[in-house]
C-alpha cells in the first residue's frame, strides 16, 4: 500500500482515524433519514414486534444503514492500525479509502449484523426469559467476532467466512485476547461511571437546589457528565478496534510495532 500524505503535502507519521464521535453523529442522523420521513409523512412507528408490519421495515432499515456507517467508520480506524503497523504513513483520506475498498464485505457484514440486532429486540419483549436469550445471543456474537472487522478489512472475506476466521483465531488466542480487552476496557469503565455519576449528582442539584449557585452548578455537572459520557464511549470504541486490528496480527504471527516479542504469549501454530 501506498503512503499517504497530509493536507500540507508532507508525510503523515501517525495513524490519523476518523474522529470517533464522527461514527456517532454519521450514524444517528443516516437512521434519522429514514425514521423522520417514515413517522413523520407515513405514519408508521418502527419497531421489532409481530404487530408492526411496515415498523419492522423502517427499523431494519434505518439500523442497517446505521449499522453500514458504523462499520465503514470502524473498518477505516482498523485500516489506519493496519498501515501503521505496516510502517506506513496515512491519513483520514487513506483509511477511509481502505474502507471503502471493502465496501461490498462491509455492507454485508452490516445486513448480518442488522439481523442479530433485530433478533436480540424481538427477544427482548418476550419477559426474562427472552431477556436472557437476547443477552446470550449478544455475548456470543460479540465473542464470536471480536476479530472480523480486521478479517474483513484485510482479508475480503464475507460474512459467513469472516465469521468462522474470527472464532478461530479467537479459540487459538482466547487468553491474551481476554487480558487486553479487559486491560483496555477497565479504566474507560471507571471514566464512564464517574462521568454517570456527575450526572446524576447534577441532575439532583437541579430538581433539589435552590438559588442561582445550584442551578449553575447543577447544569454545569449535568453537561461536564453528558459530555464525559459521550465521549469515553466513542474513544473507547475506537481503541477497541484499533486493539483488535493489533491483536489480529499478533494471531497471524506478523509483528506489533511498539510492542517488545518478550511480554507477548508464544503463538500456537494456525
Sequence with gaps: MDGARGASGRATPYPLAPEPDAEVVISAAVAGLIVFPAMHWGHITP?????????????????GASSFVTQ????????????????????????????????RQLLAWAAVSTVVGAVTRFLDRFGVGGMVAALTVNLGWGVATVF?????????????ATIRRSAGLLKRHF???????????VPWMVALFGCLFLGIA??????LG???????????????????????????AALSSYLEALLYRYANAQPIPGIDPYWLPPRLPA
Design 72 to 103: 465503514l467508520i470502524t473498518g477505516a480506524v482498523v485500516a489506519a492500525a493496519i498501515l501503521r503497523a505496516e510502517g506506513q504513513p496515512v491519513d483520514v483520506r487513506r483509511a477511509l479509502a481502505v474502507a471503502w475498498g471493502r465496501r
Design 148 to 160: 472480523a472487522v480486521p478479517t474483513l478489512i484485510v482479508e475480503g472475506t464475507m460474512p459467513v
Design 47 to 63: 419497531g421489532f414486534s409481530i404487530s408492526a408490519g411496515w415498523g419492522v421495515v423502517v427499523a431494519g432499515a434505518a439500523l
Design 202 to 207: 447534577g441532575a439532583f442539584t437541579l430538581a
Design 210 to 236: 435552590a438559588g442561582v449557585a445550584s442551578l449553575a452548578a447543577g447544569i454545569l455537572l449535568l453537561a461536564v457528565g453528558a459530555v464525559g459520557f459521550c465521549f469515553c464511549c466513542t474513544v473507547a
Design 175 to 185: 487468553a491474551v485476547t481476554l487480558v487486553s480487552n479487559v486491560t483496555l476496557a
